[in-house]
């Protein structure tokens, strides 16, 4: 069955705390990325990987940190940086850049 | 700066109408633009891709119109249904450079039984 999975589907965290979102895809994708969206508004990008052990800064990569070690997986880290992280956290996978999109269920993120 | 823009304001419609939903782009030249649709709480899902070069594209139901003078897309869902019920983004790839998606905020559609 293939798709891109996020976990966990709800996380807390404590202010101060860094924490790790997981994504994985079995869909052989060389690209992936991940989104932030807050409540009515669009998705905005955090970084994204186009291969590889190679990944690029997006619109707001302020306070959050990526690794590209296996082509499957890309966790985000949010750092006790990010000055507001409480949202709902989106991944998803192309076979390139530019091309169709596959997205994962989605996590969201409250920060007590 | 580059601005994506899509009615914010809920689009409710009867069942059996066509929904129309307008995208706007304005300092961007996109060579494709993507609609993808969101239910509360789920990752978007694709839904079609045009090409600059591309007035139209069908997809059963969707529609999907480029006018790249007018800056403009438009989405049509013709006899629509309660299901289609749901948040529509568009989302714009410049063609090269950096070709991660820049998306617009979308458009929550309503379709009344």
């Known amino acids: 069955d293939g798709g891109i999975t996020q976990s966990p589907k709800y996380l807390f965290r404590k202010e101060g705390q860094n924490v790790t979102l997981s994504c994985e895809q079995n869909?052989?994708?060389?690209?992936m990325y991940w989104y932030r969206q807050d409540p009515g508004q669009g998705l905005r990008l955090i970084y994204y990987?186009?291969?590889?052990?190679?990944?690029q800064k997006g619109d707001i990569a302020e306070g959050y940190s990526v690794s590209r070690e296996k082509k499957e997986s890309f966790p985000l880290t949010v750092t006790s940086a990010q000055k507001n992280p409480t949202a709902f956290y989106l991944c998803?996978?192309?076979?390139?850049?530019?091309?169709?999109?596959?997205f994962g269920p989605g996590t969201r993120l409250t920060v007590l | 700066s580059q601005k994506i823009e899509q009615n914010s304001e809920a689009l409710n419609i009867q069942e059996g109408k066509t929904a129309t939903l307008t995208c706007n782009y304005t300092?961007?030249?996109?060579?494709?633009l993507q609609w993808y649709r969101q239910d509360p709480g789920r990752g978007p899902v694709f839904l079609l891709l045009?090409?600059?070069?591309?007035k139209e594209k069908r997809k059963e139901r969707l529609k999907v119109t480029f006018d790249t003078t007018l800056k403009q897309s438009l989405f049509h869902i013709t006899a629509s249904q309660p299901a289609d019920s749901a948040t529509y983004l568009c989302?714009?790839?410049?063609?090269?450079?950096?070709?991660?998606?820049?998306f617009g905020s979308g458009t929550r559609l309503q379709v009344q039984p």
């Open positions: 045009i090409r600059e070069n591309e």
């Open positions: 998803a996978s192309s076979n390139r850049l530019g091309n169709t999109q596959y």
């Open positions: 869909l052989n994708h060389d690209a």
């Open positions: 989302a714009l790839d410049p063609g090269t450079g950096r070709r991660a998606l820049t």
């Open positions: 300092n961007y030249s996109p060579a494709y």
């Open positions: 990987s186009q291969i590889v052990n190679d990944f």
